[in-house]
């Protein structure tokens, strides 16, 4: 068996929640991933028999029987992950009732998942309705994007069409757009579903007031989408009370998601 502490999963886990901490998006116990592994790979690592405890996740997710999931702790904060990944983490496979959680690894101090599994996994269902390669959901504070859910319109057309139009790249990286969800209380089956329910359209999710979600095949994409928009709405919140005198107009923006060849919502751009 090979040492858990050198898995490319864990180490990826490490490095994320670092570099997340690191730009200020997830301050204190804010922000949570869950990210689907291969259950070869991590049986290369640990015994795939042996389950430490269940804990119950108060829903149903029958699609994801026997995934296993790396998935940040609940209360932890991404900036001690990389340095005690073991109390910070847990791995956890989805019994066969499709409601527990059985624990293969981590958690070590005693606690459980993140309080925000709910959306996470119903997250996981709904791409990998429309994406079978989905595996990460992450979830995060990012400063600029949550500064301009107090001063622009919580509207997916209006929010999506001020993001494009701030950086030449924004329009080919996320092509849907982002969803956007009115403020919900967080930590329950209510905002996973309607989570959920955003994410068979798109794999970046506003929670107004709150933060974004991201979906991809791996961190890359994930990250990637969540630190463009970031990037974006920086430079709306910088520019924002001041004269615009230039723009990317929209038929620039149909421009460039032509010659990237990149599925857009044509609905988004006013043409
Ligand atoms: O886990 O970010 O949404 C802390 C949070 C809750
Ligand atoms: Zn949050």
Redesign the pocket.
Known sequence: MKDIFTAPFVEEMKDITANMYRLGWDER????ISYMLDPQTVGEYLDLSHVIRTIPTGFEAKPLIGKIFIVTG?GKYFRNVEKDPERNLGIIRIAEDGTTAELLWGYSDGGKF???LPAHLMSHMARLSVDPQNRVVM?C?PTYTLAMNFVHPLEEKAFTHTLWEMCTECIVVFPDGVGVLPWML??NNTIGEATAEKMKEFRLVVWGM??LYGAGRDMDEAFGLVETVEKAAQIYMLTCNRPRLNTIRDEQMQELAEAFGVQYRKDFLNL
């Open positions: 116990n804010g922000g949570n609940t993140t309080s925000e979830h504070h967080c930590g709150h933060g």
